[in-house]
């Protein structure tokens, strides 16, 4: 017995893009481990002599690692492969090579990369978002957005922090605009925009953006918009919608927060189910996602107890 055909698989990034995919197989006996570590072993050398062909669309390096978190595409290699005689199910070794140079992690298998680990060279674990707010079939845009802002915003709101719940409130949508849009100018009223209904606040997008300029950045109402007289001063209140639309007594135009507030809850229900009118989203959203820090995600480190004294 020749032992099975196992692969290495790999995915060549050149100035940030993948083009190409290589393959080359080997046939090895023994248990999953053994031959998992002789696929490990044989990346070093495999790399240069894989047989190149060309991928079906290009990645960057971000888009491969959301499509590995969410389970690799068999379609991108099989096409390529089927001459090799491989099983229904057979085993992988994915290596990225950047720019010539294999990357530290090489894993096994297509199924979606999740779990409690920390990023790569990073010690300790921390519960995995993408686990964690998915129940079924079914991704919890709302549970997620809540914990990782709408919880500490409602704080802030009922103590009575205005000035801190605003700042919060604009880092929110900040992050919605980034993760739909990318970082790109414009991407925060583009997502006010196309999603949230700010006319019961009685503001507009745009004047949105010049107060999370200066709230955010100076905490003032003033931003260089307001300032040269090209856009109205922003002021939050907390109480009734009775100063919406009035006359201002001052250069300030009063708008209420709590009324904000549920303008971008609002956007966010929208926001979220656009994802099933468009599943081919939740890629780029997994990708972005990945990178945004959260309360709700720390890293739990073992640290070894403390030596008694000598």
Known sequence: MTGERIFNVFLYFDDGVAREYGVRHHRVRGDDATKMAALAQAVATDHGIAQRFALPRTFTPGEWAAQQRLGVNLGLFEGRIDHYRAGPEPLYCLTSIVDGVPRAEIRGGLGPHQGDSVGEGMPGTMPDWLVVYTEGDAFRFDKLINDDYFAA????????????TSKLLMSCIDTLAFVEFGDKRGNFVEW???YADLEPVG??????????NSIVHMTNLS???VLAGKASSLAPY????ALIGTEPVTDLKPFNLYTLNLAVIGGVSRWAHSYNRDRSKFEKFVERYDTI???SRVAIVQTPPPTAAS
């Open 293 to 295: 820090v959260s309360d």
């Open 238 to 241: 907390i109480g009734s919608n």
């Open 203 to 212: 503001v507009t997008a745009d004047e949105l953006w010049e107060f999370r």
């Open 223 to 225: 931003s260089r918009a």
């Open 192 to 194: 006010l925009n196309t």
């Open 153 to 164: 915003i409602k704080l802030l709101f009922n103590a009575r922090h205005i000035a801190s």
